[in-house]
């Protein structure tokens, strides 16, 4: 069994909304195959570190694994934010429809780094699920 830490948007006194914080947590398991992080587009997007862009997503990852390292990622949670960067309030928007804009879904879903990792969709309107899964693969290159 592993245990995945999903990161937070810092709402308050939570802890994990810093890679270093989570790179601290990992630090006290003792047995660190059985540890691994979730990234959640909103809570990192709100957290402080942006994501619209290719250079910035790119940016943003390199310090993930500078901290924290690839090897930790196991899983996305994939959505919009209601909320501006650093605002470390946690709202989840539909894909498209928030703060994120589109261009980092479209370099997500082509970074060889996430083609083996689970990709959970978490967006409030499960009207639109459908809608979203097409529209996310019409953006594989």
Request: with cysteine; hydrophobic share 40%; glycine share 8%.
């Amino acid at each position: 069994v592993t245990a995945v830490i999903e990161n937070t948007a810092g709402q308050g006194t939570n802890m994990g909304f810093a890679f270093e914080q989570l790179a601290e947590i990992i630090s006290q398991v003792e047995d660190k195959s059985r540890v691994g992080v979730c990234i959640d587009t909103c809570h990192t997007f709100t957290a402080g570190y942006d994501l619209r862009t290719k250079v910035v997503f790119d940016q943003t990852f390199a310090k993930f694994h500078e901290v924290i390292g690839w090897h930790y990622l196991r899983g996305i949670h994939l959505n919009d934010s209601k909320k501006e960067l650093a605002t470390r309030v946690d709202r989840h928007n539909s894909i498209g429809q928030g703060f994120l804009g589109m261009e980092i879904f479209e370099v997500l879903m082509n970074d060889p780094h996430f083609d083996q990792m689970p990709i959970i969709l978490e967006t409030p309107d499960d009207t639109l699920w459908s809608d979203e899964i097409r529209l996310l693969y019409s953006l594989i290159r």
